[in-house]
């Protein structure tokens, strides 16, 4: 089955300083993983995916994300954070052959001055 | 705007009322999705349509009822709601290359709907 969890509701962090979100998944099959990004009052937005290519996978506005098979993680990473960075951010793991994505409880990121 | 667009962007409406939340993709994608996102839940999968044809639906009560006239429409017909459906409700929309949509979506910016 598949299962996708967020490891911090909220994270904390100065501007100019790195961000590291936490997801680990689960998954019986070679998932597609992705970061979505939510602003408030505003939909979501596709940060990056991964879809069993490269395992380092580059997103928008300077964000990255590592899949690690053997920890079963898909962590968010960037080297600097703007105070614009300030948003939700979801994990979500797919369900081959269905339309379903699982998606994770979401993590609040807050950027301090 | 994301290339999907959701009106109304607000709606409150009383518990006997009928409304309808409308959803317009124009990127050309043939799938299209209502989500609903409550407070501290993940986000809920209702409905799925493919080519206009509703593929997943994911034991959603019948009061809400959607309709898909074309692959640039989706519309979510509510009826007889109880307070508990207040939520954001989302659209999205994605191409279905026959890997059912595995490569993203693209998200509305939702109707925030308040039943009192």
């Known amino acids: 089955a598949q299962s996708v969890t967020q490891l911090d509701s909220h994270v904390s962090v100065s501007e100019g300083t790195p961000v590291l979100l936490r997801c680990n998944y689960s998954s019986s099959y070679s998932p597609s993983l992705f970061w979505y990004v939510q602003h408030p009052n505003k939909g979501l937005q596709l940060l990056l995916k991964?879809?069993?290519?490269?395992?380092l996978v580059k997103g928008i506005n300077g964000f990255e994300a590592e899949f690690k098979k053997s920890e079963t993680s898909f962590h968010l990473t960037k080297p600097s954070a703007h105070m614009s960075d300030a948003a939700e951010y979801f994990c979500v793991v797919s369900i081959p052959g269905t339309y379903k994505y699982i998606f994770g409880t979401g993590t609040r990121l807050k950027v301090l001055a | 705007e994301t290339g999907v667009t959701q009106t109304p962007r607000h709606l409150v409406m009383g518990m006997t009322n009928k409304k309808s939340l409308k959803c317009e993709q124009h990127l050309g994608h043939n799938a299209m999705y209502w989500y609903k996102q409550s407070a501290k839940k993940p986000l809920e999968l209702m409905f799925v349509?493919?080519?206009?044809?509703?593929?997943e639906n994911n034991s959603v009560p019948s009061r809400f009822s959607p309709e898909c006239p074309n692959s640039s429409h989706l519309f979510l017909h509510l009826h007889t709601l109880q307070p508990e459906d207040s939520a954001l409700y989302l659209c999205?929309?994605?191409?279905?290359?026959?890997?059912?949509?595995?490569?993203?979506?693209?998200f509305g910016s939702g109707t925030r709907l308040t039943v009192v």
């Open positions: 999205a929309s994605s191409q279905d290359n026959g890997d059912r949509g595995q490569g993203g979506y693209t």
């Open positions: 349509y493919s080519l206009e044809e509703r593929v």
């Open positions: 991964y879809t069993s290519a490269a395992t």
